[in-house]
């Protein structure tokens, strides 16, 4: 048996109500992608340590239910309506003082971005070190659409 579907066939009552509201907040977050400057979507909220709340496995469990729904789900979306949706699935969940962030980084001559989610030390629904090599930038408004 494929390695995706036996983990699907092992998930709980609870493991697949993330997945499908994973794809459903994929869906809203591609939409609203569509109809705002990425700009407003994704300008970087400052965090202080206080404001972090919420269970650490409970923000883990929802990052991977999109990082599996993107994955096999209804389209393969772009990584900052992956970041949206796990933002507001933890926003919806109670979890607060996740954020955001948007990276560059030039290889083999082509300029690249990538977003992803910080919730204190951690990234949700990407690997640390993928995100180490990008450099944040503080301000998007500058990537607004005409």
């Known amino acids: 048996m494929p390695p995706p579907l036996h983990k699907l066939l092992t998930l709980d009552g609870r493991g697949w109500r993330d997945l499908f509201r994973a794809q459903v907040a994929l869906l809203r977050a591609r939409r609203l992608l569509a109809r705002q400057p990425i700009g407003t979507l994704?300008?970087?909220?400052?965090?202080?340590?206080?404001a972090q709340h919420g269970d650490p496995d409970r923000a883990e469990a929802i990052a991977r239910a999109v990082v599996r729904a993107a994955d096999h789900g209804l389209f393969r979306p772009y990584c900052l309506?992956?970041?949206?949706?796990i933002r507001q699935l933890l926003l919806d969940d109670g979890i607060r003082g996740a954020s955001i962030r948007i990276g560059v980084r030039r290889r083999d001559g082509r300029f690249q971005a990538h977003a992803w989610v910080r919730w204190g030390d951690r990234i949700l629904g990407d690997r640390a070190a993928h995100v180490a090599q990008f450099t944040e930038v503080d301000d998007l408004r500058v990537m607004g659409r005409p």
Do not use: F, K
């Open 81 to 85: 309506v992956r970041a949206l949706a």
């Open 42 to 50: 994704a300008i970087r909220e400052t965090v202080n340590a206080g």
